[in-house]
DNA sequence: AAAATTAGTGGACAATCTGCCCGGTCCTCA
DNA sequence: TGAGGACCGGGCAGATTGTCCACTAATTTT
């Protein structure tokens, strides 16, 4: 079993509104308090909620620009040494090993179209990137959102 | 200015430690309550923060399969009507119109890789699509994060 | 079938935090 | 020189948190 209903609305609930705190919660889900903290602890436990950290838009910072660069690693260096790199560039907000021999795929931003190329230079600077690709997002139609699956992984898996 | 070293410090210590609260914060940093107060009401006022939002792991939730897939699509139907589509698709977690002539890139989670099928199938059902093409991730060396450039978006660039 | 385990309820407690207000200081800009 | 803006330090009532407890109900184990 993963979550249940009542997981489902709490996670909602807090996503709408993450201020309202737990006794808030309890009272719009009509259950005890306790079974509401209870709640929470055994998902943060089971690793379903992985924290609570203030959400950064990069765009505010100043970072308007954002890209998907794909990587070609030298086959024989393996991946670490290269992630370790690249995970030493701030504008480089996660990396992927993906399919295809020895690619990666990283998701990058940057001040503007011009910066990019200085992010990308950075990358292509990492020892073991053979050869880099981007493209560049022009828009983000959804934006990363995670609650329509929350909902479905309840409706469709959960037996209680 | 976007941002300045006390700000910095502030979502450093809120993401770290996400449940510490307002009072605390300004006890570590040594500054009144009232500016920390302040400082969290203007960033969020200005866009860098975004939320508080529980952080979900689709892992824990079964989703165990991330891809990133290209969409293709027909040129005269614009992005919207697609978009539109994929954003009821559950699976998907975001989309992205890229450059490249009437592409887009959203990223994707399945139970399986069988599971994945199917919801490459939802995709590819999605009218304007023309084709896909999709990778996917087999490890994530370097997960989502923000505060490297939260940091860097401090050094740099402040002038206060 | 009895015992044990688990989840939830309702209540209570002290400690803490929040939202909100104030007066006063310092600094910058017009 | 004045007006703003930012910060400090303090105070207040009200709300919330973490943490206990005893009790019920349902499920699982023995």
Known sequence: MTIDQLDV????????????????????LNVARGTVQA????????????????????????????????????QVSGHSPVADRLALVPEVL????ITGGGD?????????NADLQRVIDLIVDVDGVVRT??????????PYRVLPLVAAANRGENRN
């Open 39 to 74: 709640r929470l602890d055994r998902m943060v436990a089971r690793g379903v909620i992985t924290g609570y950290g203030p959400d950064i838009d990069p765009t505010a910072l100043g970072y308007g620009v954002m890209a998907f660069v794909t990587l070609q690693i030298r």
């Open 94 to 97: 996660e990396v992927h090993t």
């Open 104 to 112: 990666m795929l990283c998701r990058v931003v940057a001040r503007s």
């Open 9 to 28: 609305r709490l996670i909602s609930m807090l996503a709408a509104e993450p201020r309202i705190g737990v006794l808030e919660c309890s009272r719009r």
């Open 133 to 142: 690709s981007s493209v560049i997002a022009l828009d983000t139609p959804v």
